[in-house]
Nanobody, 123 residues
Framework: QVQLVESGGGLVQAGDSLSLSCVASGRTDRVVGQGWFRQRPGNEREFVAAIDSTGRRAFYADSLKGRFTISRNNSKNAASLQMNSLKPEDTALYFC????????????????WGQGTQVNVSS
């Protein structure tokens, strides 16, 4: 069994930064990467960023490149998402994801989901 524990969500103002963290535990030996999706109000879940299990390759939604940075701490089986210059449209429920396939922007590649952490950005 795999567990994902997310932290770091909250309420911030536009232009602020926020960091999300996700720690995985359990049987993660078949995981090929870790990442984040988000679901904005009234929208489907969308890809945000992912990093492979080595921590060497990172992938981003085109619209978020330059503002969001994903990193991985292999010793802690954890991934972090640094979000800068936040905008009201970044308001969403952010889900941590563990991948069993390396098609990073496809939710079907995700084997395990976190429970979600809410990020609210006020204007």
């Amino acid at each position: 069994q795999v567990q994902l524990v997310e932290s770091g969500g909250g309420l911030v103002q536009a232009g602020d930064s926020l960091s999300l963290s996700c720690v995985a535990s359990g049987r993660t030996d078949r995981v090929v990467g870790q990442g984040w999706f988000r679901q904005r109000p009234g929208n489907e879940r969308e890809f945000v960023a992912a990093i492979d299990s080595t921590g060497r390759r990172a992938f981003y939604a085109d619209s978020l490149k330059g503002r969001f940075t994903i990193s991985r701490n292999n010793s802690k089986n954890a991934a972090s998402l640094q979000m800068n210059s936040l905008k009201p449209e970044d308001t969403a429920l952010y889900f941590c994801a563990l991948y069993h396939r390396g098609i990073w922007d496809n939710a079907r590649s995700v084997g395990y989901w976190g429970q979600g952490t809410q990020v609210n950005v006020s204007s």
